[in-house]
């Protein structure tokens, strides 16, 4: 396992970024940190990548993950259907630590489409996956980096759980270990509920997506 530790030089941010491309292109794992809490990342779609994950994770195939996009101008490509005044709404709040699930009409897509035909997509503020979305271009399946039910709290602890796992792992000295995770809300046709709080107050979500 690969470590690159993150400082405030962009030439360390391009090196992760494109290490992490790589890895990713080959179907490789990795564990890097978002605003809120370290995620394990791969190709979205690589579905042998993918099995890796969910294996690791001990994670059934029926409970997806997240996808990580740029913008919300990358949700058509996702079969997403929104008109302007809702796609306003969710740019009140990305980038940033709220996970937007959305009906999509995509017909099958093992391990990020729900049973339900939904997706979660995450537009993460922090400047490197921002930038790794930028680069990448394909989507990046994303989930907390922890077996499911376990959560570490620290670097040590994640180095010990995922050594002989993944390929590379991108160290964030400034991030903590009990940061609250991202609020994930479930965009529905005429209503908004609320999956898991996090660190965006649910209110002010429910406020501005309130339906007239």
Request: contains cysteine.
């Amino acid at each position: 396992m690969r470590e690159i530790t993150l400082n405030s030089s962009p030439d360390i941010i391009k090196e992760a970024v494109q290490a992490s491309c790589e890895i990713l292109e080959q179907g490789g794992l990795i564990v890097a940190p978002t605003e809120t809490a370290y995620g394990l990342l791969a190709h979205a779609e690589d579905k042998t990548a993918l099995n890796r994950l969910f294996e690791f994770k001990q994670r059934p195939m029926d409970k997806p993950t997240a996808v990580f996009i740029e913008s919300s101008a990358e949700l058509p490509n996702y079969d997403v259907e929104l008109d302007d005044k809702l796609l306003g709404k969710i740019n009140r709040f990305w980038p940033g630590p709220v996970t937007f699930v959305m009906k999509s009409n995509m017909k099958s897509w093992q391990g990020v489409l729900s049973e339900e035909g939904k997706i979660g997509f995450r537009c993460s503020s922090h400047p490197f996956i921002k930038s790794l979305t930028a680069n990448f271009r394909k989507p990046i399946s994303a989930t907390s980096a922890n077996i499911s039910g376990k959560i570490p709290e620290s670097i040590s602890e994640i180095e010990d759980i995922f050594e002989e796992k993944i390929e590379l792992f991108i160290i964030d000295p400034l991030l903590k270990f009990n940061s609250l995770t991202s609020t994930v809300v479930e965009i529905m046709k005429d209503s908004i509920r609320i999956l898991r709080k996090g660190a965006v107050d649910p209110k002010l979500i429910e406020e501005t997506f309130a339906y007239e």
